[in-house]
């Protein structure tokens, strides 16, 4: 005979369902205003000017949460609901529609905080949660974030910029200084 949840006598809810924990959020810190300092401007001189980049555009300024540099998740979230721009501005259809149904997403090159092309590519992928639905770079990036240390931290507010390299979708992520501090 199949073994049965037991009930609790006090309620009818099995036992197991007790057991299992709530997810613990991570405090929300507000994101602050766009910053745009001298890390920015760097920034857009290196890809538009040494890089020959074209079509640079912010996707997202966020906080580095616990799970975005925890080594058991190699990726970077990055929340639809928190994007500066609509995807439709940094990606075409055809890049849009192999990251949402495609299972690996697309390969894309990545400028680091020291302004280098980081040897290794990402892959950006969208999965799709419950209640939101989320971009994310992964593979190789916990590889990244190692090769970063020094300056992508957790709580650390960086910012994701999309551009384009001889047409290959491409992203810069760099820290910024929050302006709230």
Avoid at 15 to 33: E, L, N, T, V
Avoid at 57 to 82: A, C, F, G, H, W
Avoid at 123 to 150: E, P
């Amino acid at each position: 005979m199949e073994d049965l949840p037991s009930l609790n006598a006090s309620s009818s809810t099995p036992s197991y369902k007790k057991a299992i924990k709530k997810r613990k959020m991570p405090k929300k810190i507000d994101r602050g205003s766009v910053v745009d300092d001298d890390t920015t401007e760097r920034l857009k001189r290196f890809i538009t000017g040494e890089m020959y980049g074209i079509h640079m555009k912010l996707v997202i300024q966020k906080i580095l949460y616990e799970s975005d540099m925890s080594t058991n998740q190699n990726r970077l979230n990055l929340p639809v609901k928190q994007l500066e721009i609509h995807p439709d501005e940094f990606l075409t259809a055809d890049e849009k529609r192999t990251v949402d149904e495609s299972k690996e997403g697309i390969e894309v090159r990545v400028v680091g905080p020291m302004l280098q092309m980081y040897e290794k590519s990402l892959w950006l992928k969208m999965w799709h949660m419950k209640h939101s639905n989320n971009y994310v770079l992964k593979k190789n990036w916990n590889n990244f974030a190692a090769d970063n240390k020094g300056v992508l931290k957790r709580d650390t507010v960086i910012q994701v910029w999309s551009f384009r390299k001889d047409r290959q979708l491409c992203f810069a992520i760099v820290p910024v200084n929050d302006a709230a501090s």
